[in-house]
């Protein structure tokens, strides 16, 4: 059945949740050959079956699989097209005190988008739906995927399969095209592309992409996973927002397209810092979505005057409740600082969430689970103050 309810909601999540632990067991237990796919199915589906009834009882419009058939956030999806592969590196990605587990995405030949397992997970997902909620499904961004291929260890494997970027961005862009027409198919009404390539791009340390290829300029972990792509923030932002639009070039109108900002999510820790004015106009100006969840819960992510560049009637998702910590936020805090971000964008054009997901890898972040249903309490709470609704 098709939902008449139109994304973003006044109260609204990123996506993710923590995994509860008899998921993570079963994970193990698969991972270690004790049981087999169809058993670990069993379990997803009845912690995603939980988890949706949860969502529900909050009063949340949307309802997500908590992306809990994954291990982590952007990568599952690009192992799951076709001329792509599971790897491992020698390092992880770097957050702040922390590396994540060395794994990425690496290309076997060309990429198609047909068939993919998402698909799959999205049909168990459309069952809940019903007059009140809307499934939304969460993937990483064409510019995310772009970037993963080009970390030090793949640059050569990619350029090899693809001598010409072009050739490359141009089937990045029909993947994602073929898989949102299939999963438009199936029913879906609401897709969002999590994208943390302008939350790094905003941050001098990485802002081209990277500074440097592997570790030839400095002695700090900052450069030790990135490419230089392009020579500039301006040409960089240029390609990831042709990339982006590419991707959802012709999508159906009644497809809400959402995106999701932010600077790294692990474990609680976070990669980047820097407000949204470098990628403002290319981001909030050019990008064809209908709206932005934006991560604004700490001063790394800088004011709200880049808001002003948000273009059309596109709408914003304030993320000033933090997905990270485990301390909740004093609720009239939060509605200053809604009125702040009004001063740039009209409480129209506003609503308000969480500021990422609460496991956007499996292992998830350092808050429980009454923590993370707490905050978004929070977030109906708050949303019904100001807007008189969710
Ligand atoms: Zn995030």
Avoid at 8 to 22: E, H, I, K, Q, T
Avoid at 194 to 201: A, E, L, Q
Wanted: aromatic share 10%.
């Amino acid at each position: 059945m098709t939902s008449l309810l139109k994304p973003p909601f006044r109260a609204d999540v990123v996506g993710s949740y923590l995994r509860p632990d008899y998921l993570t067991e079963a994970r193990a237990k698969f991972a270690r050959g004790e049981i087999n796919q169809e058993a670990l199915t069993e379990i997803e589906n009845k912690a995603i079956t939980d988890l949706v009834h949860k969502q529900k009882a909050a009063g949340l419009h949307v309802i997500t699989d908590g992306e809990f058939r994954r291990s982590w956030w952007h990568l599952d999806f690009m192992w799951g097209l076709n001329g792509v592969e599971k790897a491992s590196l020698k390092e992880g990605y770097k957050f702040q005190g922390i590396e994540s587990r060395p794994e990425t995405a690496r290309l076997t030949g060309k990429i198609s988008g047909k068939n993919h397992p998402f698909i799959e997970h999205f049909r168990f997902l459309l069952q809940f739906a019903d007059n009140n909620v809307i499934p939304r499904i969460t993937i990483p961004a064409p510019a995310q995927f772009f970037k993963e291929l080009y970390r030090p260890e793949n640059k050569a494997v990619t350029e090899s399969i693809y001598p010409s970027q072009t050739d490359l961005i141009e089937d990045i862009a029909k993947a994602y095209q073929t898989f949102i027409a299939e999963v438009y198919a199936l029913g879906c009404r609401n897709l969002q592309l999590d994208d943390c390539t302008w939350g790094m791009m905003v941050d001098s340390k990485y802002n081209n992409a990277g500074v440097a290829e592997q570790k030839s300029q400095c002695n700090c972990n900052c450069s030790s996973n990135t490419t230089v792509i392009t020579q500039s923030v301006e040409d960089l932002a240029e390609i990831f927002v042709q990339m982006n639009n590419a991707a959802i070039e012709g999508a159906p109108e009644d497809l809400i397209l959402t995106t999701h900002v932010c600077r790294g999510n692990y474990r609680s820790t976070w990669a980047a810092s820097g407000g949204y004015q470098p990628v403002a106009a290319y981001l909030f100006g050019r990008e064809n979505v209908h709206a932005y969840y934006l991560e604004f819960d700490s001063e790394r992510a800088g004011d709200f005057s880049p808001l002003a560049e948000v273009s059309g009637d596109k709408q914003v998702v304030l993320g000033l409740i933090s997905s990270k910590t485990s301390e909740l936020e004093d609720k009239q805090t939060i509605i200053n600082r809604i009125k702040e971000a009004s001063q740039y964008l009209p409480l129209s054009r506003l609503c308000l969430s969480t500021q990422c997901g609460f496991a956007s890898t499996e292992e998830g972040n350092e808050l429980t689970e009454e923590q993370q249903w707490a905050k978004i309490a929070l977030v109906t709470e708050v949303a019904k103050e100001v807007w008189g609704t969710v």
